[in-house]
């Protein structure tokens, strides 16, 4: 694929998670709401389709108003039926109530979270994306489009794969971050001052998103269906000829 997979490629993908499911959960995290906070340095473990859906993350983050987010004390507190005061922290539009700067209550006014310890600071090029519902959409449209271009060139079919696989872990990640807003039901779930664009505006994009989805699938249906034929399967068998010829000479 081009690039070496390790701890920093795990992480990113680890903590781009936590910070989607903390949010659905309505629990503070200590995970940045600046991407670049812990992407700095960590590009060169990513494919450009990989850079792509980071980006999307980020747009959810941002264009997505914050719900009303309970502190991590009183969610312990709730599990286990231990008393708590049941603080939230405000609804922030762009932010992110896990922001290390966020005051969940009086006490801890002012304070932060420091980074986690393997965050690199190297200078490289701050993240930045354009957060609304268009670009949310437009994330799915290319990838629909370039999955078939790739199919289209006849490039290998791991990278028509791969486009696949983020484009529908891009869908998955929007379902999570529309939990606090949308039921699985597709009801509207809390109510806050301006919840009801957002509402509506995840409905339209995760519509939009599905019919871009069924177009890749349609798409990986067809690839498989070609390259299951009884043709395709001659040419393989023709192609590795070669192949079986060299291990009966290394037998004999």
Request: include cysteine; charged fraction near 20%.
């Amino acid at each position: 694929m081009g690039v070496v997979r390790g701890f920093q490629w795990l992480t990113v993908f680890l903590q781009l998670y936590i910070r989607a499911y903390a949010r659905a959960c309505r629990v503070e995290t200590s995970v940045a709401s600046d991407m670049n906070t812990f992407l700095s340095g960590w590009l060169s473990e990513m494919t450009e389709d990989e850079k792509t859906f980071l980006k999307f993350s980020q747009i959810l983050h941002e264009w997505i108003p914050c719900p009303p987010l309970q502190s991590r004390e009183a969610a312990m507190a709730a599990l286990t039926g231990a008393a708590s005061d049941g603080t939230t922290t405000p609804a922030q539009n762009g932010g992110g109530g896990g922001d290390p700067g966020a005051k969940p209550n009086g006490d801890q006014e002012g304070k932060q979270s420091p980074p986690p310890p393997h965050v690199k600071q190297d200078g490289s090029a701050p993240v930045t994306v354009e957060a609304s519902a268009e670009t949310a959409v437009k994330y799915f449209e290319d990838a629909a489009a370039r999955a078939k271009a790739l199919a289209d060139q006849g490039e290998l079919l791991w990278e028509v794969c791969h486009v696949a696989t983020l484009a529908q872990e891009a869908y998955i990640l929007l379902q999570i971050v529309s939990l606090p807003y949308i039921s699985k039901s597709g009801k509207s779930k809390i109510k806050l001052a301006d919840s009801g664009p957002v509402v509506e505006s995840l409905r339209a994009v995760r519509a939009q998103a599905a019919t871009h989805l069924k177009t890749i699938s349609t798409l990986l249906s067809d690839l498989g269906e070609k390259e299951g034929s009884e043709t395709r399967r001659d040419e393989w068998t023709e192609g590795c000829a070669s192949l079986s010829e060299a291990n009966s000479a290394l037998g004999a």
